[in-house]
């Protein structure tokens, strides 16, 4: 970037096992990008301030003044309080009501600092990556270890009341079934998550069942990508895991249809990319089983932008907040209106 006077944003997407960053355009560009190992066994103020190192390395790596950052964006892995950034609750990093917004804005305190929910800084960056005009509904699911969403709906973000909208893993799928890690029973993430494929493979592997898995699980842990990779050398145990996992995917997702009319619903994870059928499987349940005037009217696809949807999303965090017509100049997608929420600044982060 040969001009250090254009403003640039920072967007963040902090996950479970790894962290990534990178530079935002004003236009959703994404310039450059680090990525490092969570490490969250460290403690919440470490990587706070390992994150807040890191931005301002890659800043300086860009040849970039501090002054040159217009803002911070960053997307978290749980429950956030949107207007505070205080992180509620993460489990995948063992976090309870971190005060990260706080300590983000200490570090940085002359610009805004928005924290959020990463499935939904996925969203966004899929939104505005999504380069179709037509599509005002959208839904991003990630599945993963956990089922998480994120929701555009009338061009905007949409968070609900306690900015917890999009927890479809946690959607009801068999009344009274399978427990699940959020105490309730029958969610969608008990059925069709990683640890739920990898965990129904095991299981009728140790029952009995033939599989090329039985090798792979007596040498340790068997993964969900594992079972989708025997899946697509036509191991038909892995198969059936996998499919059945889909279906139920499917099922969550012909229920949000029915009940948001979407457009548009894009799919991401490691289990998305199988080619064993997995996709077409969802696209099958959930065109056959949602309200019938809906069939035909929505697409479901994988997400190209895996690498990059939360971090931009992150970065353009700064334009949900602040502005009513946040992208309308340089969105492929078209306007999108400003975020749902009470008012134009309630993802800032005051010091």
């Known amino acids: 970037m040969t001009d250090n006077k254009k403003k640039i944003h920072v967007g963040v997407d902090i996950g479970g096992t790894k962290i990534a960053l990178g530079l935002v355009t004003a236009e959703g560009e994404c310039l450059q990008q680090k990525k490092f190992p969570t490490q969250r066994s460290k403690g919440a103020d470490w990587l706070i301030a390992h994150v807040i190192h890191n931005i301002r390395e ?62 939904k800084t996925a969203v966004l960056g899929e939104y505005f990556l999504c380069a179709d005009p037509s599509v005002s509904h959208l839904l991003f699911i990630t599945i993963s270890t956990g089922i998480g969403s994120g929701l555009i709906l009338d061009r905007k973000l949409y968070r609900g009341q306690l900015n917890s909208a999009g927890e479809i893993g946690h959607c009801i799928v068999e009344r009274n079934g399978l427990p699940c890690s959020c105490g309730n029973r029958g969610c969608l993430q008990a059925y069709a998550d990683g640890t739920a494929i990898a965990g129904a493979a095991c299981q009728r592997i140790k029952h009995g069942e033939q599989s090329t ?71 099958e349940v959930a065109e056959n089983s949602c309200y019938p005037p809906a069939r035909g009217s929505f697409r479901i696809v994988v997400t190209t932008h895996w690498d990059t949807n939360a971090i931009i999303g992150a970065g353009l965090l700064h334009n949900t907040a602040a502005s009513e017509n946040w992208i309308s100049a340089t969105s492929k997608a078209g306007p999108v209106m400003r975020s749902q929420t009470a008012n134009a600044t309630d993802s800032k982060i005051y010091s």
């Not at 956030?80 to 995948?92: D, F, W, Y």
């Not at 969900?224 to 059936?240: I, N, P």
Request: proline letters at 5%; a negative charge.
């Open 213 to 283: 898995l039985t090798e792979v699980l007596s040498n340790g842990r068997l993964t969900a990508l594992q079972v989708a990779s025997a899946a697509e050398q036509g191991d038909s145990l892995a198969r059936d895991v996998l499919l059945r996992a889909a279906e139920y995917v499917g099922i969550a997702l012909a229920n949000v249809i029915s009940l948001l009319n979407l457009d548009l619903i894009i799919i991401g994870g490691g289990v998305a990319q199988s080619g064993a059928g997995f996709i077409e499987k969802i696209r």
């Open 58 to 119: 890659l800043v300086q790596q860009a040849g970039l003044p501090p002054e040159a950052v217009a803002s911070v964006g960053i997307g978290v892995p749980g429950t956030v309080e949107a207007a505070t950034g205080n992180v509620v609750l993460a489990p995948s990093l063992g976090w309870q009501n971190v005060q990260m917004g706080r300590q983000i804005k200490t570090a940085f305190p002359a610009i805004p600092v928005y924290i959020e929910q990463d499935t």
